[in-house]
Every structure is written in structure tokens, then in C-alpha cells.
């Protein structure tokens, strides 16, 4: 059972910048390609971002790309998800999530992954 808790969220004014990190609690986390979603109250989840297991790969949702960056450090068990230029729509709750991958996949569906964390609030004021 892979345990993963999101920090770094809050409040901050449009443009501002925001960086979320996701620790696992598992030593095999190399071996799990992870992924950013986020929903907005009202909204379905959707996929921000994702990346592969080395962090050799990586997908961005057309609403994020040149604004957000995802990345990791195995070493620590940890995925990243920077994120500059906010926007108000870019308010949401942040989600990561982890699925045990194939080396080099990309997983962008909300149903691929077995592993959620609790979430973290984003709010982008105007």
C-alpha cells in the first residue's frame, strides 16, 4: 500500500507561484509513474500532469503547459509540481497519484492510478 501526502498549497495572488510536493511512503518508489490531477468544486477530476517512472517523460494538459513543470527525485521518494503564472481557474483541490508503470509510460486516466493522496488547496485570487 503506497501512502502519498501532498503539501504546499494555498493562497496566492494571479501570477503568483506555488510548488506542491507529494512524498510516498514506498522504497520502491522508482518503479511508480505518478501524476498531478486536480478538481474544481462543481468539476470532474482532471489530469494537470504526469510523468514516468525515471521522470524521462512527461505529459501537461493543454491548460498548463509553458505554466506548470512536474519532476522528481527518487531519492526521496517525492514528485513535484511547480507552478508559475496561476490563474484564477487554476484554483482547485490538487491531487497526486501513483500507478506501478512500465519503464518510459505515461499514464494520463484518472482509473490508471491505485494510489491517491488526500489532496491540497490551490486558490488563485484575482
Known amino acids: 500500500q503506497v501512502q502519498l501526502v501532498e503539501s504546499g498549497g494555498g493562497l496566492v495572488q494571479a501570477g503568483g507561484s506555488l510548488r506542491l510536493s507529494c512524498a510516498a511512503s514506498?522504497?520502491?518508489?522508482?518503479?511508480?509513474?505518478m501524476g498531478w490531477f486536480r478538481q474544481a468544486p462543481g468539476k470532474e477530476r482532471d489530469i494537470v500532469a504526469a510523468i514516468s517512472t525515471s521522470g524521462g517523460r512527461t505529459y501537461y494538459a493543454d491548460s498548463v503547459k509553458g505554466r506548470f513543470t512536474i519532476s522528481r527525485t527518487n531519492a526521496k521518494y517525492t514528485v513535484y509540481l511547480q507552478m508559475n503564472s496561476l490563474k484564477p481557474e487554476d484554483t482547485a483541490v490538487y491531487y497526486c497519484?501513483?500507478?506501478?508503470?512500465?519503464?518510459?509510460?505515461?499514464?494520463?486516466?484518472?482509473?490508471?492510478?491505485?494510489?491517491w493522496g488526500q489532496g491540497t488547496q490551490v486558490t488563485v485570487s484575482s
Open positions: 497519484a501513483a500507478v506501478r508503470g512500465a519503464v518510459g509510460a505515461i499514464y494520463r486516466g484518472e482509473s490508471q492510478y491505485d494510489y
Open positions: 514506498e522504497r520502491t518508489f522508482s518503479r511508480y509513474a
